[in-house]
């Protein structure tokens, strides 16, 4: 080569090195962008579910107005929607995305959310109170497949387990003394490391049926994330990211958070600031927060939401500098069904079509899950009184008053057109298959059991609803263990006797003290009996042209 023409490439090569390091500074300047997408108490929800999502009406801000939305074929679509021309893109759940399903999945066992989730690409979740519904055994199956122990494979083909990670870094095996999932779990964009932490509600043990998570605690979960910072740091992370199984209430609308409360809240004021974003869930409820000077979101419930939230990271410090997020309502009119999800619910429908269509009964009207302000709605008066049918006679339990949770009531009974109702609106009503068992109680103790509705003074409680014949008053203003008024509780109109015996129904979480309710722990002479959606199926037969009950066997006096 002449030396004129050294000359020019290298001054080419000079201008090439000079321009490639004006790019890598400029670079270096550029904060990293990453999406991550979230959702929250998907409940095995691959239909959209039949309430959709409430939310402000636009035309008049003093309402509110349905938006069908949500189900997995819409929710897979949103979800690669929203990660479209993101490079560094993150999907990520707060939990509870099995347990109190519909028909569709529960029928076999929650395979089919998992796989419909795995599918769509879910990568991450942390452990909520429903993913023990049947044990954890069973939810370490659903981690990492096998067929389920005593039904086998009733699907398609064998069940793999989830392609996505579960997390609990607060809920420990207490004989091997380790976490039973990881604690936390990193992922790397662009070379920068980012955490997720995965947490169960500290509650948890006092809102699943107990024998579930024997032999498990549950941690306080702020204290959990600040002991696990160090150890994150010293791997040279800065960005922290917590998946908790644990929310807030909030007086706005799905993208707002006015005047938030709940448990979320000092949760996240006692976190160390060195986590960047808190995704939150388990209220159902959805919101874009600010609280300490940190992100929180929520998503609503059942994939009628994908929280779109947006992180830049520093390139020198690796650590979070911005942080915004919109809750994006999954609407059924703005997204087209995804073709894989369509083909994997119709080979699971077309297993359980039989079961779901079965005509069960026909009623005079709907029963609505909405409470009054005493706690009482008609959904549940209907439950308790079908419990109560159901294990009346003595040989069933010889039971003369029903008690259920409200939390074990789970949508409206909403009938089709002309009254009818199939198998598949009761189970969606009664997802649990929780047994009933009927105890000796004595009328003090039912007295005691009542007051147990509330946990503590500042607690709104959460209401039994009660059989037909049974009657008490209770007062907000009243502290704990005085709510009930003095009297009050009735049997067909007659007042309970604190010293007579009385036959009680409940179901199985409550028979086991779950949600606190310990003096059921000392109900005596007791029988179990059939499965909750069966006494429902069993009453609803039993009682054609059925129409809601008068809500008045609970009363608020203030």
């Not at 807030?248 to 060195?274: F, M, T, W």
């Not at 198998?423 to 929780?434: E, K, R, S």
């Amino acid at each position: 080569m002449s030396r004129p023409l050294r000359l020019i490439a290298c001054l080419t090569l000079a201008l090439h090195l000079a321009a490639c390091a004006s790019l890598d500074a400029s670079q270096s300047n550029t904060p990293l962008r990453v999406r991550i997408l979230a959702i929250n108490d998907f409940h095995g929800n691959l239909y959209p579910p039949g309430g959709g999502i409430r939310v402000r009406d636009p035309q008049d801000a003093a309402k509110t107005v349905v938006v069908p939305a949500g189900g997995a074929e819409y929710l897979a679509s949103a979800v690669n929607d929203l990660r479209r021309g993101h490079d560094h893109h993150a999907f990520v759940a707060a939990g509870d995305l099995i347990g109190a399903s519909p028909l569709l999945s529960a029928l076999f066992h929650d395979e089919p959310a998992i796989e419909a989730l795995s599918l769509m690409g879910l990568e991450i979740s942390s452990v909520g109170n429903h993913e023990f519904d049947a044990g954890v055994n069973e939810l370490l199956r659903k981690q990492n497949g096998g067929c389920h122990p005593v039904q086998g494979c009733k699907g398609a083909s064998p069940f793999k387990g989830a392609s996505f990670s579960y997390l609990a870094a607060s809920t420990w095996d207490t004989r091997t003394q380790r976490t039973i999932f990881p604690s936390y779990r990193v992922k790397q964009f662009d070379g920068i490391s980012v955490a997720f932490i995965g947490l169960t509600l500290k509650g948890t043990a006092n809102i699943v049926v107990p024998s579930g998570v024997a032999g498990l605690r549950f941690d306080d979960e702020a204290d959990t994330v600040n002991r696990l910072v160090p150890e994150l740091r010293a791997q040279g992370i800065e960005a922290i990211v917590v998946l908790i199984h644990e929310g807030g209430q909030p007086a706005g609308d799905y993208n707002e958070c006015p005047g938030i409360s709940g448990p979320i809240v000092e949760i996240v004021r006692r976190l160390d600031k060195a986590v960047d974003l808190v995704i939150s869930g388990h209220t159902h409820r959805a919101y874009i927060c600010s609280i300490d000077g940190r992100l929180v979101t929520s998503g609503d419930k059942y994939g009628t939401i994908v929280s779109a939230i947006d992180l830049e990271l520093d390139r020198a410090t690796r650590d979070v500098v911005s942080a915004k997020a919109n809750n994006v309502i999954v609407r059924n009119d703005a997204y087209a069904k995804d073709r894989l999800q369509t083909d994997l619910i119709a080979t699971y429908d077309k297993l359980v079509k039989p079961l779901a269509q079965r005509v069960i009964g026909r009623v005079g009207g709907a029963f609505a899950r909405e409470p009054n302000d005493a706690g009482a709605f008609p959904a549940g008066q209907l439950v308790a009184d079908a419990q109560l049918a159901a294990t009346a006679q003595p040989e069933h339990g010889g039971a003369v008053i029903a008690f259920t949770n409200s939390g074990n009531v789970r949508v409206d009974l909403q009938p089709e057109a002309d009254g009818i109702v199939r198998y598949v609106q009761a189970f969606a009503m009664q997802p649990f298959g929780n047994n009933l068992v009927t105890v000796t109680l004595s009328g003090e103790q039912i007295r005691q059991l009542l007051e147990q509705q509330w946990r503590d003074d500042n607690s709104v409680g959460e209401f039994f609803q009660v059989s037909s014949g049974f009657e008490y008053r209770w007062s907000a203003s009243q502290g704990k263990n005085r709510r009930v008024v003095p009297g009050s509780p009735m049997l067909n109109g007659k007042p309970l006797d604190p010293a007579k015996d009385y036959r009680v129904t409940v179901n199985i979480y409550m028979a086991e003290g779950g949600g606190g309710l310990g003096v059921l722990l000392d109900g005596r002479d007791r029988k179990t009996g059939i499965v909750d959606v069966a006494a429902l199926e069993q009453y609803l037969a039993a009682h054609p042209g059925l129409t809601p009950s008068p809500l008045d066997r609970i009363r608020r006096v203030d």
